[in-house]
């Protein structure tokens, strides 16, 4: 099948993939006396004396607002609000599909920080959370840390999603090779949203517990190679990341971080990597190479390297690290437990019970399948305990 041909053919015949479909049927004056005026009234009332009757009474609790601004959709780029509006609405399928959670897509036209904060806190009423989606970095950074307290959970899923999947992953591939996951030297390449949330959960930063086990050592590379403190070109988010990451100052290229390392973990561009980097890593080497569609190694490539264990973002491959394994459940366990935002302690929650839905691990198997439509409740159950430690 031509999946972009036919991906057009749907979306024409469909005009967009969701809708608004009424809880009741309207076809009485009673229904309408009840719905609308006169009744409408009376929860309208409720809620002004109590506002946190707003869960009880209208669409809240279980709405999802999936906000962009299309500058950073799927491998497309900067796109604009409009053309990502087909993403986002397949975004609020997954969320309904997988969690029963409504979402709605709002696509906005500006990529001005301020702006997108300001309108999503003007927004915030309607919604029991925000899901932030294909903003670009660093920008995206900014916008998720100044929504933290607008009193709904909020969350950059490009960021956490990719990041709580690969631990998982990787919680996993650390078993199947017999090593503990302290003990991993992980590379990532990859600078923007992805890169700089795994390595956050890969060395713990900002968990509200001591349940995590940070891996050894972590060094992150961007297009120019190692990013260290001796670089000069290096941005505000960059500079950051050396607070926990490359601890010993090394320089040079990806292929000279790679040498000896346990781990990498590729979140930037097609066709880095051949065998020949593969065997100059430690034995038994674990790689996830997530760049979509092409990924930064083939698997047979990584393999034939001597790889032990190799994921992808993609469905045909084994061990597809896909974000709809996370953020349904997550959204699910923060709505239901009316947590006020998204903590670190939730996400290794989440991590860990999708690493837990695959009982015997193995090389072709570190994650479970995206369609499992048995993850969400179970990451939902693990986040709604991790929310606890707020209240």
């Given at each position: 099948m031509d999946y972009f041909k036919e991906s057009v053919k749907l979306h024409e015949k469909l005009k967009g993939k969701i809708g608004i479909s009424n809880k009741v049927e309207v076809e009485t004056k009673d229904d309408l006396s009840l719905v609308y005026s006169p009744g409408v009234a009376e929860p309208c009332k409720e809620i002004h004396k109590n506002?946190?009757?707003?869960?009880?009474?209208?669409?809240?609790?279980?709405?999802?607002?999936?906000?962009?601004?299309?500058?950073?959709?799927l491998g497309l780029g900067n796109i604009g609000a409009k053309a990502a509006i087909p993403v986002m609405e397949g975004k609020a399928m997954l969320f309904k599909k997988f969690a029963g959670i409504d979402a709605v897509p709002i696509c906005l036209d500006t990529e001005d920080p301020e702006e997108i904060i300001r309108t999503v806190k003007l927004?915030?009423?309607?919604?029991?959370?925000?899901?932030?989606?294909?903003?670009?970095?660093?920008?995206?950074?900014?916008i998720?840390?100044?929504?933290?307290?607008?009193?709904?959970?909020?969350?950059?899923?490009?960021?956490?999603?990719?990041?709580?999947?690969?631990?998982?992953?990787?919680?996993?591939?650390a078993k199947v090779v017999n090593k503990k996951i302290e003990d991993l030297n992980i590379v990532i390449n990859g600078a923007g949203a992805a890169g700089n949330a795994i390595s956050?959960?890969?060395?713990?930063?900002?968990?509200?517990?001591?349940?995590?086990?940070?891996?050894?050592?972590?060094?992150?590379?961007?297009?120019k190679?190692?990013?260290?403190?001796?670089?000069?070109?290096?941005?505000?988010?960059?500079?950051?990341?050396?607070?926990?990451?490359n601890k010993s100052n090394k320089s040079g290229s990806l292929q000279d971080a790679l040498v000896g390392a346990d781990a990498f973990i590729g979140v930037s561009v097609a066709n880095l990597l051949d065998r020949n980097d593969i065997q100059t890593m430690a034995k038994d080497a674990i790689i996830f190479a997530l760049a979509n569609p092409v990924p930064e190694i083939m698997p047979e490539e990584a393999k034939a390297g001597g790889a032990a264990v190799v994921a992808s973002g993609r469905s045909d491959f084994s061990n597809q690290v896909n974000n709809v394994l996370a953020f349904p459940g997550i959204f699910k366990g923060a709505l239901q437990s009316r947590a006020p935002r998204i903590t670190g302690s939730m996400k290794l929650a989440a991590a860990y019970a999708?690493?837990?839905?695959?009982?015997n691990p193995s090389t072709e198997q570190i994650i479970p399948s995206a369609l499992d439509m048995t993850v969400a409740d179970k990451v939902a159950e693990a986040v709604g305990r991790a929310s606890k430690n707020l209240f």
């Open positions: 506002p946190e009757r707003v869960y009880d009474l209208t669409m809240k609790g279980n709405t999802v607002a999936v906000v962009s601004d299309g500058t950073a959709v927004l915030a009423p309607v919604f029991g959370g925000i899901n932030l989606e294909d903003i670009s970095a660093p920008r995206s950074f900014q998720e840390d100044a929504l933290q307290d607008i009193g709904i959970p909020v969350m950059h899923d490009d960021q956490h999603g990719t990041a709580i999947v690969v631990l998982a992953g990787l919680i996993n591939a956050k959960l890969l060395s713990c930063l900002s968990l509200e517990d001591n349940m995590c086990t940070p891996v050894k050592s972590i060094i992150i590379c961007d297009s190679g190692i990013i260290s403190k001796d670089r000069t070109d290096l941005n505000d988010a960059k500079k950051a990341t050396l607070a926990y990451t999708i690493a837990e839905c695959v009982e």
